[in-house]
């Protein structure tokens, strides 16, 4: 069964300060790894990683994917109160046919608190 | 464009009711998949829809069943409702999964579960 396991559960920091959350995955056939922000709505979508694309940027959150020691980083640098969230990341399996009918399992989530 | 649309927003529901849930894509995504997200669990998949078939289903019993309609609205239903069913119900939609595509999250429903 795939799983995701993410660390820490929570953090604490102020702002300006740079923060790393780590993903470590168990997948039998890895697709994608992927990483959302939750506030008190829906998770939305961040960074999509896979075997052709093991980093990505924007702005202040940096994402890589190590696909052969099984994990993925999400550094977010300068961070502002408004970096407060539930940090969410999850791996997309491949079935046979090279799809995942639609299946992300989800890691416990990591919550960032950006004191002022 | 339109974001993932859920209705209704919050339901308050007593122990052996019922309950329908309604997910509308974003325009020209055809897959939609719902979750479960509690705190204990966090995010579980329920089931995932592509033109109208139900081709993936997670670990959830029948009383959780869902179906698809031919404009890509989907609904998902809970019999026999238990106080266990009580969490936040997301549904989220896809272009295409045989491409890499993100899943993009509808702002889910709130079930309680009384």
């Known amino acids: 069964e795939d799983k995701v396991v993410q660390s820490p559960l929570s953090l604490v920091v102020h702002e300006g300060d740079t923060v790393t959350l780590n993903c470590s995955y168990e997948?039998?056939?890895?697709?994608?790894l992927l990483w959302y922000k939750q506030e008190k709505k829906a998770p939305t979508f961040l960074f999509m990683l896979t075997s052709s694309g093991i980093e990505k940027k924007s702005g202040r959150l940096s994402s890589i994917l190590d696909k052969k020691e099984l994990f993925s980083i999400l550094n977010i640098t300068a961070t502002q109160t408004g970096d407060s969230a539930i940090y969410l990341c999850a791996v997309e399996p491949k079935n046979a046919g090279g799809t995942s009918y639609g299946k992300l399992t989800f890691g416990q989530g990591t919550i960032l608190t950006v004191h002022p | 464009k339109a974001g993932v649309t859920q209705t209704p927003r919050y339901l308050i529901k007593t122990r052996g009711q019922q309950v329908t849930l309604s997910c509308s894509p974003i325009s020209g995504h055809r897959s939609v998949s719902w979750y479960q997200q509690t705190p204990g669990q966090g995010l579980q998949f329920l089931f995932e829809y592509f033109s109208e078939t139900q081709r993936n289903k997670g670990n959830f019993p029948g009383r959780f069943s869902g179906r698809q309609f031919s404009n890509s609205r989907s609904e998902m239903n809970v019999s026999t409702l238990e106080l266990g069913d009580s969490a936040l119900y997301l549904c989220?939609?896809?272009?295409?999964?045989?491409?890499?595509?993100?899943?993009?999250f509808g702002p889910g429903t709130r079930l309680t579960v009384l």
């Open positions: 997948v039998t056939n890895f697709r994608s």
């Open positions: 989220a939609s896809t272009r295409d999964p045989q491409i890499y595509n993100e899943q993009f």
